[in-house]
């Protein structure tokens, strides 16, 4: 059942998950594990967490938007475009 919800996610939003995945990862390190340890601030992991998880979030997005426009290309193609307005409107 994940694997074919996982697959029916768009490529590019699965790669913001996995982005993002990540950078949840990183943060939770860097909250929980380097508070007293000065390998925290060297390597700057927050930082890098933070990074990962807001360009992971927009990747999502970007890709949940993309298959919206690629839905509604197709949509107009097989002449679908507003028919579900035109029956709503038709019957008031």
Do not use: C
Not at 3 to 12: A, D, F, K, M, V
């Amino acid at each position: 059942m994940l694997r074919s919800l996982w697959r029916s996610i768009p490529p590019l939003s699965r790669l913001g998950l996995s982005l993002t995945g990540y950078g949840v990862l990183a943060d939770f390190i860097h909250h929980v594990f380097t508070p007293n340890l000065h390998a925290g601030k060297v390597l700057h992991i927050g930082f890098i967490g933070h990074a990962l998880t807001l360009a992971g979030m927009v990747l999502a997005l970007l890709g949940v938007i993309s298959a919206l426009v690629e839905s509604r290309r197709r949509a107009k193609q097989k002449g679908e475009g507003n028919a579900a307005r035109s029956s709503t409107a038709a019957s008031r």
